[in-house]
């Protein structure tokens, strides 16, 4: 059995765009874990057997939508506040990308524009304040691998 090639936390990327042209992405610092997430959303219909109408009918799926979020959490770092108020400020979705860099140079790379959701700060006492953050996708990811 070969060994899988796999991505360290280190190598998992979050990263926002400044709104420059090209865009400059940078990552916020303070995430101790991270999400990205990319779903379908299904219509279903009953299909009936026309032979034989009392057998049970089979469901079949169509592609309705697509969409995308990016979640993450950790400790609430000085330099990423203004970066995460800025994206929630605004009414605009910003440009992000989340890169998987494989320890071989290999990388997997999706981009698109991304709504800040949410962006929660909590504490408790004889801790470090943390943050959470939740975005939703405003468009087309595009992916792109390098070998």
């Known amino acids: 059995m070969a060994k899988p090639v796999t991505v360290r936390f ?57 969409t995308a979020s ?29 890169e998987l860099e494989y320890p071989d140079g290999a990388t997997d790379i999706y981009t698109g524009f991304f709504h800040l959701e949410s962006f929660e700060i909590t504490g408790a006492l004889g801790e470090r304040v943390n943050v959470s953050v939740s975005m939703q996708s405003d468009g087309v990811i595009t992916h792109t691998r390098s070998a």
């Open 10 to 66: 280190g190598k998992f990327f979050v990263r926002l765009s400044d709104g420059a042209t090209p865009p400059v992405f940078a990552a916020p610092c303070g995430f101790t874990s991270k999400s990205f997430t990319r779903s379908k959303t299904l219509g279903e219909v009953n299909v009936p057997d026309c032979d034989d109408p009392d057998a049970a009918a089979w469901v079949e799926r169509d592609v309705q939508s697509m």
């Open 70 to 98: 990016i979640g993450g959490d950790g400790v609430l770092a000085k330099a990423a506040v203004p970066v995460w108020e800025a994206a929630l400020a605004g009414s605009d979705s910003i440009e992000c990308e989340v």
